[in-house]
Nanobody, 119 residues
Framework: QVQLVESGGGLVQAGDSLRLSCAAS?????MGWFRQAPGKEREFVAA???????YYADSVKGRFTISRDNAKNTVYLQMNSLKPEDTAVYYC????????????????WGQGTQVTVSS
């Protein structure tokens, strides 16, 4: 069983930066971030394998950077040039295999952290 604990959300203005962190208690292979805005489906944001391969949603490419510290079993999401449409609850997710970017492919989830970007 893997437990994930996110931190780093908050209220910022458009154009600002924010960094999210997620610490995992157990073994992970793929770690990623999803987000869910009110009334919308949960959507993929970014993911990273233990070896460093990264994946991004088109909407965040060039603005967000995912990284991980395997020694600390922690994944980070650096979010730059934030936009109001980035406002959502951000969830950390992990799994022991890579099976695509659907949220169904991740078996472990954090509790979520709110990110609000004002215009």
């Amino acid at each position: 069983q893997v437990q994930l604990v996110e931190s780093g959300g908050g209220l910022v203005q458009a154009g600002d930066s924010l960094r999210l962190s997620c610490a995992a208690s157990g073994r992970t292979f793929i770690m990623g971030w999803f987000r869910q805005a009110p009334g919308k489906e949960r959507e993929f944001v970014a993911a990273i394998r233990s070896g460093g391969n990264t994946y991004y949603a088109d909407s965040v490419k060039g603005r967000f950077t995912i990284s991980r510290d395997n020694a600390k079993n922690t994944v980070y999401l650096q979010m730059n040039s934030l936009k109001p449409e980035d406002t959502a609850v951000y969830y950390c997710a992990s799994d022991l295999k890579w099976d695509g970017t659907s949220w169904h492919a991740f078996g472990y989830w954090g509790q979520g952290t709110q990110v609000t970007v004002s215009s």
